[in-house]
């Protein structure tokens, strides 16, 4: 459905669909009937090449100070802890 004035709030939202005996279609959302157009044959998808597609960013390591990368110490851990239980 081509967006028609204040449609757009409609993307995505559910619609009835009928089709009468005479042939006609006739879509509702709530209801209530909304302006539509058939189309010929279903748009196709532009091409687009398999190097953009297959493209990822590359993931962001943490530094060498990084908690991740410590060594964990049971010491350590207790220290945290107090730490964190101190702030209000």
Known sequence: LPPKGGERRLIGAGVEIR???????EVLHNGQVLAHELLAARPQAPVVDAKVVQARPLPVKPSARHPWRLPFSPAA???MAERNSAQP
């Open 19 to 25: 089709a009468h005996l005479n042939g006609a279609l």
């Open 77 to 79: 851990a207790r220290v």
